[in-house]
């Protein structure tokens, strides 16, 4: 099994003087090729990898199409049973690589896997970009294992384990290129932020399985190209989030489900004036008008989607975090 570990990279020579090394030296590997894929960086981050990596192969792209349209460009020129799509802030640990291969060798059902992500800079922490393993409630919103919305938990190895999950963060997101092909690869209008979450439900739709192996370990700083607190991020993320329940929910949801999550957002959006955060409350605004103007393409897409039922395992995150007060995963309940 050859596995390509391609990490996309703008403007990041810090990041990649400081993360690549651990990336080398644990991933010395039979089968293993290391990839920068260059989304049209304007400093020297491919000049520093040419001089210091010369054994890394550089994927230059024509332009910065954000993750999914780089990670699309990149990868048609990346030849792997697997792709290992790695964030350029990201530290990995010694036989991180291990029980990934494994799990993919003899589960050929599994299609995507991540691994366990914790906080860089606070390593007992759970990340939030991925924790051990996505999920999203009826209404779309998404959670994780170890980080339900901002609350993350310690690691004390109660995810050390192999689990079905719903979605594997962007973050390091591993997934058989037969698999990514077969679904087109991201939908590279969202840009960034919950692309791999639509390409996940993608991939539940024709019955794939999508694992988190938690005896994999990785650290991640997060918000490094786009800041956590960013409106950019706030836009993104409410617009993808409305953008992938058009594409996949189930004919019989889809209005009802829609609806709701509009009046939700709205909420969120006075939440954050109540905040003092207006500039957040606009960006949701902005999110749903953006959200129209990308409907009629969006429905197009949804035609040769196959929509399945089972999408997801809890009701509402929103009522179990803010009104029953359940802060932690295993203290949800389906209602």
């Not at 996505?134 to 993350?152: A, E, Q, S, V």
Request: contains cysteine; aromatic residues 14%.
């Amino acid at each position: 099994m050859k596995i390509a570990i391609v990490i996309l990279n703008w403007n990041g020579k810090k990041l990649l003087e400081k993360f690549i090394p651990s990336v080398v030296k644990y991933s010395n590997l039979p089968n293993i090729e290391l990839v920068v894929a260059d989304n049209a960086s304007t400093d020297d981050s491919i000049k520093f990898i040419k001089e210091n990596y010369p054994n890394i192969k550089i994927v230059k792209n024509i332009k910065n199409g954000g993750y999914a349209k780089g990670y699309n460009d990149a990868l048609q020129h990346i030849t792997a049973d697997v792709y290992a799509l790695v964030n350029s802030d990201i530290e990995v640990t010694e036989g991180w690589l291990n029980p990934i291969i494994s799990t993919f060798e003899n589960e050929h059902n599994t299609s995507i896997i991540q691994p366990k992500i914790l906080d860089y800079k606070n390593k007992s922490k759970f990340e939030y970009a991925g924790g051990a393993g996505g999920f999203i409630d009826k209404y779309g919103y998404p959670y994780c294992r170890g980080r339900i919305f901002t609350n993350l938990e310690t690691d004390i190895k109660q995810y050390d384990d192999v689990a079905e999950i719903f979605w594997a963060s962007g973050a390091c997101f591993f997934i058989r290129s037969s698999v990514f092909n077969e679904l087109g690869g991201f939908d590279e209008s969202y840009f960034a932020h919950q692309e791999e979450i639509d390409l996940c439900w993608r991939a539940k739709n024709l019955q794939k399985t999508i694992k988190y192996v938690g005896t994999s370990t990785v650290f991640h700083v997060g918000g490094a190209t786009l800041k956590e607190a960013s409106p950019r991020k706030t836009f993104l993320n409410f617009r993808n989030s409305l953008l992938t329940l058009t594409k996949n929910l189930p004919q019989n949801e889809l209005i009802s489900i829609i609806f709701s999550r509009l009046v939700l957002d709205g909420i969120a959006g006075v939440k954050f004036l109540l905040e003092l955060q207006p500039m957040h409350t606009l960006a949701i605004v902005k999110a749903h008008f953006s959200f129209y103007y990308h409907l009629p393409k969006t429905l197009k897409k949804r035609k040769i989607i196959i929509q399945k039922n089972n999408y997801y395992a809890l009701k509402s995150i929103v009522w179990n975090y803010y009104v029953l007060g359940k802060k932690t995963f295993n203290k949800l309940t389906k209602h």
